[in-house]
């Protein structure tokens, strides 16, 4: 099937690489990781405030945890009613503001990233990329529903000339990606076309550069009136909502299935073998999936189990792309080079960096390793999955930085020991997992030297 000197593995690698090199999909990627930075403070702000400070639950003052509150005043009643008690409650409801800073606006600044870094990448010769971003905002905000009901009990409410800002959080990110791509793109295009108010030299640059962009500006944003009016005559609704239907709905209910969980799973650490970062690919599509699940989680809107949070919990976090071979080749391994190897990066797998391993020893294209490097990734997934099934733990609603050492980020993770002793089992697994491996590793390096 494969003809010439290069073999499956290359062909693969070729043929990934040049997805993971799509413009489009490095500009989705980049997008979701800047705006995921604003999420991970609003997570991490809310996990210490479901986990340390919450004084009826979390760690420190639940029944299930240390139970302070009841250690010190004698009840849990008596704890809930103290002074201590209220000025926690009043702390959560301060700290709760950074959500409302990021998370609910999550949409909000995807369209103010995701517009410049389109015009960037794909508009290198715009001298401006903001005024991009301007345009982007205005059509994102033209689009959005002004005239809307909602139901209060058993009373449906109308409201006129005010936005549903329902859409500025997870409910609007589709309608960001494809609005503010449309607009960047429409506007950019026109601007090329050298329709615009030319000034001379004299005029200070930012104020000709305003002017530049003003008819090219004008068209684009009547171009979105004109489609937000003739779509809502069409469909009696509004471009945002018909995007949460037709596209976001669709790819939340596909992202929620355990096919995409499997090959996504499976295929992450199969790419990270071949040696091309799975996060090039798989970012992009947990952005507008996996990532839309951490940000409603986080913010007690839904509770889905599969999402980026998740799968840091039960894999990354857990050591099992770093730690555990590490572990494994300490305790298994007669190589004394792999044992250096691993020496050196043994600091950097508690941390969950697994680069010094994979490429050092080497992990990434090493047929002996081939088999736990891909199985483990899945395997502990769905060890996750299965103690969510049960009950053992509850589903991840708190962000916690990927580089937090295991164990650790399984009891912040969940806010409970079983988060802990969750990862401690995936680590198990996946060092036991590795040994046999290790074990072929050291006969076929004996038969080597026999041979020499």
């Not at 004008?218 to 945002?240: D, N």
């Not at 090039?280 to 889905?304: K, L, R, Y």
């Amino acid at each position: 099937m494969f003809r010439g000197k290069k073999g499956f593995a290359t062909y693969f690698t070729d043929i990934v690489g040049k997805v993971a090199g799509n413009k489009f999909l490095l500009t989705l990627r980049d997008s979701f990781v800047l705006v995921s930075v604003t999420t991970m403070i609003a997570g991490f702000a809310i996990m210490v405030n479901s986990v340390f400070l919450d004084p009826a639950g979390g760690l420190l003052f639940s029944d299930s945890g240390l139970n302070l509150g009841k250690l010190f005043y004698g009840s849990t009643k008596v704890w809930l009613n103290s002074d201590v008690a209220a000025v926690l409650t009043n702390v959560q409801g301060i700290i709760n503001l950074i959500s409302q800073g990021s998370l609910s606006v999550f949409s909000l600044i995807l369209v103010v990233v995701f517009s410049f870094i389109f015009s960037r990448n794909y508009f290198p010769k715009n001298s401006e990329h903001l005024t991009s971003v301007l345009y982007a905002l205005g059509a994102f905000f033209i689009c959005l529903p002004w005239n809307w009901e909602y139901t209060n009990g058993n009373e449906t409410v109308s409201l006129e000339n005010v936005v549903n800002s329902s859409f500025f959080g997870t409910q609007g990110v589709f309608s960001a990606l494809v609005i503010s791509g449309v607009a960047v793109w429409l506007y950019n295009k026109l601007l090329q076309s050298n329709i615009k108010i030319r000034f001379p030299d004299s005029v200070p640059p930012m104020v000709a550069r305003s002017f530049e962009s003003l008819i090219p500006g004008t068209i684009t944003m009547a171009a979105f009136a004109i489609i937000t009016g003739g779509i809502t005559v069409l469909f009696s609704m509004t471009l945002p909502e018909l995007l949460l239907d037709l596209l976001q709905r669709p790819a939340e209910f596909v992202s929620g299935t355990a096919a995409f969980a499997f090959i996504s799973q499976f295929t992450w650490s199969l790419f990270q073998w071949f040696g091309i970062h799975p996060s090039s690919i798989w970012g992009a599509i947990f952005g507008v999936t996996w990532n839309v699940n951490d940000v409603q989680n986080i913010a007690g809107e839904a509770h889905h189990l599969y999402s980026t949070m998740f799968m840091n919990f039960s894999t990354i976090s857990a050591g099992t792309f770093a730690l555990a071979p590490v572990l494994a080749t300490l305790i298994a391994s007669r190589d004394q080079g792999a044992r250096q190897v691993t020496k050196v990066g043994l600091m950097p797998a508690i941390f969950n960096i697994s680069e010094p391993i994979t490429f050092g020893l080497p992990i990434v294209m090493n047929p002996i390793y081939f088999i736990p490097f891909v199985i483990v990734q899945p395997l502990c997934f769905y060890i996750g999955v299965f103690f969510t099934k049960i009950g053992f733990i509850d589903v991840i609603t708190n962000q916690v930085p990927w580089t937090v050492p295991p164990i650790i980020s399984g009891l912040l993770f969940t806010g409970s020991v079983n988060g802990a002793i969750v990862q401690a089992i995936n680590l198990l697994v996946a060092t036991a997992l590795y040994l046999p491996f290790i074990y072929t590793a050291n006969r076929m390096n004996k038969q080597k030297n026999e041979l020499e």
